[in-house]
């Protein structure tokens, strides 16, 4: 395979090791060149310790890694200066300037000062924050703070950005903003590598993902092609009082393909959905209340872990 049509971030039974704990248990991964890839899972699956071997900040104990067909362990500062990081928890200096947190940041990789500053305001352009240039960080929104360090994680020009729980947190519209810079960057050339827990976030950025669980993979593909695979069409969300849902559920046996039963409702996996609520109604069962609605990419999780996304 050609260096250009290589994929741009390789893992081949990769280990990450604490002690006794294996956060990330012999994965295989591939990520194309301009794409957006997602890892999507519950906290503790082993998300961020894969983000930080493929940021280069965490050395891999087992396997081989490479990132622009480089080594992480040899050619780390390499890679770096080609990659941006978008960590969890914004790491703004709150007593600089907007402008100046990115200027700071972009002296890090030797770029001249008036060639950051010339950056930061188109930066600052792009994430819709040109009129805080001069405002202190500490008075933003969350939201805002947000857009910040993805501005400043874009000041080297990177070809690969990495984004760690990107919108953790933030308000619906605020998140929906940043969605809609990060489809411009992707749009752009940019490759995306992100993890979350937000199976909405996941649907609408990621054109492949990989499911974790307890450090392993336990699935791979476009959320489309995901839920198809593991999901009938259709959900029928049944609540009854409260207490009662184990007991009630017994009453719609054999009513779609499967059922869960969570502490606050019994989910039923239909084809038709309507049709499963007329069959539990036929059977003289009358939840407080009943939803029907498309298959997701948590009903997937659901399905491989046994749990919810948010457990």
């Known amino acids: 395979m050609s260096a250009t049509n290589s ?8 280990v990450k090791r604490f002690g006794d704990l294996v956060a990330v248990d012999g994965i295989d991964v ?4 301009g794409e957006s890839f997602g890892f999507l899972g519950p906290n503790g699956a082993g998300k961020s310790s894969t983000m930080r071997m ?8 087992e396997g081989d890694l490479t990132i622009f067909d480089l080594d992480p362990a040899a050619d780390g500062k390499q890679i770096r200066a080609r990659m941006g990081v978008v960590p969890q928890q914004d790491q703004l200096d709150e007593q600089l300037s907007v402008e100046d947190n990115l200027i700071l940041y972009g002296r890090y990789f030797d770029i001249p000062r008036a060639e950051c500053k010339r950056r930061a305001q188109e930066l600052l352009e792009f994430v819709q924050l040109a009129d805080r240039s001069k405002s202190r960080i500490e008075p933003l929104s969350g939201g805002m703070k947000r857009r910040v360090t993805i501005a400043r994680s874009l000041i080297n020009d990177p070809e690969l950005l990495l984004l ?3 919108t953790t947190g933030l308000d619906p519209q605020a998140r929906h903003v940043l969605w809609d ?6 749009q752009s050339g940019v490759t995306l590598v992100l993890t ?4 909405d976030e996941a649907e609408q950025l990621c054109d492949r993902l ?6 392993r993979i336990v699935a791979e593909g476009s959320p489309r092609e995901l839920i198809e695979r593991y999901s009938p069409r259709e959900v029928l969300e049944l609540r009854f009082p409260a207490g009662t849902n184990e007991e009630r559920a017994h009453d719609v046996d054999g009513v779609g393909h499967r059922r869960e039963v969570l502490p606050d409702r019994v ?3 239909a084809d038709d959905g309507e049709d499963a609520l007329a069959q539990v109604h036929a059977r003289g069962s009358f939840p407080e209340s009943a939803l029907v609605r498309r298959s997701s990419l948590e009903d997937v999780f659901l399905r491989l872990t046994g749990r919810t996304l948010v457990d």
């Open 267 to 269: 989910l039923i996996y």
């Open 30 to 33: 591939e990520v194309r060149r």
């Open 181 to 186: 810079r990060l489809y411009r960057l992707k």
């Open 196 to 199: 979350t827990h937000y199976m």
């Open 164 to 166: 760690d729980e990107p």
């Open 210 to 215: 990989v499911v974790m669980d307890e450090g």
């Open 54 to 61: 493929i940021g280069c900040v965490s050395p891999v104990t």
């Open 7 to 14: 994929p741009l971030i390789s893992a081949r039974g990769v």
